[in-house]
């Protein structure tokens, strides 16, 4: 039923031809080689997995699960493996660990793991306030429930873990896209980084991507209006800052559309534009005082100043562009 409806909308040429991104095809390739390691932690421990330990210390294994075996578990591994009872071989504690050796740095799906999927799609989106979503998701109905998860370490270490890898994907994208579809004060800082910097292959790209995502930039919150990276060496200059400290609560476009953290994307125009329609009505408005007036001025201007690095031919930037060159000209007067 999907072929016929996706047929139905598209030619089978138009499926067939279809540019797949990069990323999915690396995540194809890389599932597709790790899935025997998969399949064999999945395997029942009954009937061919059953005493598989001593099967594989004796020669007895099926072949394909022996040459896994042999490939990925270190020669220190299987010295400890030879040192043990025929009886310790049995225990889901030997075993455990050596399937954990097994399937080490693979992708696969548990239950924790598709909480982890779940915080950093959270993460990925335009939502504010993702507290209140995972707290939601998560069944933490109090306060209290609340503050006991993010205290304890280990749940603030994934915590951080989803956000270092939202932000080293985000920088990734970026470097592969060299810029493009990028507003924003962070993004002229990445692109002098690019002039600076020769990067000739993918994996070089993931380096510094990664580099930058732990070393150089400190946290990371989703607006409508695009991403806060708070970089360490500048977070005393973020415009929700209050005695030299970023309060991101304190988030808005008024704040955040002309802070040094700034990085929007094509995806944040529309809401923008939508955020500042009102604005522009009072920019227009010869009846609303000239103090308000100003702060609509600043949040226009750096709209206008995003869609257009964003999109040069975007239609709004006619009506943008007239009603602050009005506004600078009634002040001149």
């Given at each position: 039923?999907?072929l016929?409806?996706?047929?139905s909308k598209?030619?089978?040429d ?10 999915l ?9 790790e899935?025997p ?7 029942n421990?009954?009937g061919?997995k ?9 020669g007895n294994?099926l ?8 490939t990925?578990?270190?020669?220190k591994?299987?010295?400890w ?10 225990s889901l504690?030997v075993g455990?660990?050596?399937?954990d050796?097994l399937?080490?740095n693979?992708?696969y ?5 598709f ?6 799609a959270?993460y990925?989106?335009?939502?504010g306030d ?5 707290r939601?998701?998560f069944k933490?109905?109090s306060r209290t429930?609340?503050l006991a998860?993010i205290r304890?370490?280990?749940n603030?270490?994934g915590?951080?873990l989803?956000?270092s890898?939202?932000?080293?994907s985000?920088v990734?994208?970026y470097?592969?896209?060299?810029g493009?579809g990028?507003a924003?004060?962070?993004n002229?800082?990445?692109r002098?980084?690019l002039?600076?910097?020769s990067?000739?292959s993918?994996?070089?790209q993931?380096?510094?991507?990664e580099e ?7 946290n990371?919150k ?6 806060c ?7 005393s200059?973020a ?13 808005s476009?008024?704040?955040c ?5 700034n990085?929007m994307?094509t995806e944040?125009v ?7 329609s ?6 227009k ?5 000239a103090?308000?007036?100003s702060?609509?001025y600043e949040l226009?201007k ?9 999109d040069?031919?975007?239609e709004a930037?006619?009506e943008?562009d ?7 000209a009634?002040?001149?007067?």
């Amino acid at each position: 039923n999907e072929l016929e409806r996706l047929l139905s909308k598209h030619s089978e040429d138009h499926w067939g031809n279809l540019s797949v991104d990069i990323h999915l095809l690396e995540t194809w390739q890389k599932v597709r080689a790790e899935w025997p390691r998969i399949e064999l932690f999945f395997h029942n421990t009954s009937g061919d997995k059953k005493d598989w330990l001593i099967k594989y210390l004796e020669g007895n294994l099926l072949p394909a699960w022996t040459s896994l075996l042999d490939t990925y578990l270190s020669n220190k591994t299987k010295e400890w493996l030879r040192s043990l009872a025929k009886n310790d071989l049995k225990s889901l504690r030997v075993g455990r660990t050596v399937i954990d050796e097994l399937i080490d740095n693979t992708i696969y799906p548990t239950p924790h793991s598709f909480r982890h999927m779940w915080a950093e799609a959270v993460y990925r989106r335009f939502d504010g306030d993702v507290g209140w979503l995972i707290r939601s998701q998560f069944k933490h109905i109090s306060r209290t429930m609340w503050l006991a998860y993010i205290r304890d370490k280990d749940n603030r270490r994934g915590n951080q873990l989803v956000k270092s890898q939202v932000i080293s994907s985000l920088v990734y994208n970026y470097l592969r896209r060299n810029g493009e579809g990028y507003a924003g004060q962070v993004n002229t800082r990445l692109r002098r980084l690019l002039r600076s910097t020769s990067v000739l292959s993918h994996s070089e790209q993931e380096e510094l991507a990664e580099e930058l995502a732990f070393v150089e930039i400190e946290n990371i919150k989703a607006n409508p209006w695009g991403y806060c990276l708070l970089m360490r060496r500048t977070r005393s200059k973020a415009k929700c800052a209050e005695m030299n400290e970023p309060i991101p609560h304190n988030a808005s476009p008024d704040l955040c559309l002309g802070c040094i953290h700034n990085l929007m994307q094509t995806e944040n125009v529309e809401w923008s534009l939508f955020h500042a329609s009102s604005h522009l009505d009072a920019l227009k408005n010869p009846a609303v005082p000239a103090i308000f007036k100003s702060s609509s001025y600043e949040l226009v201007k750096n709209v206008t100043r995003h869609v257009r690095t964003l999109d040069a031919d975007h239609e709004a930037l006619h009506e943008l562009d007239t009603v602050l060159a009005n506004y600078k000209a009634s002040r001149a007067a």
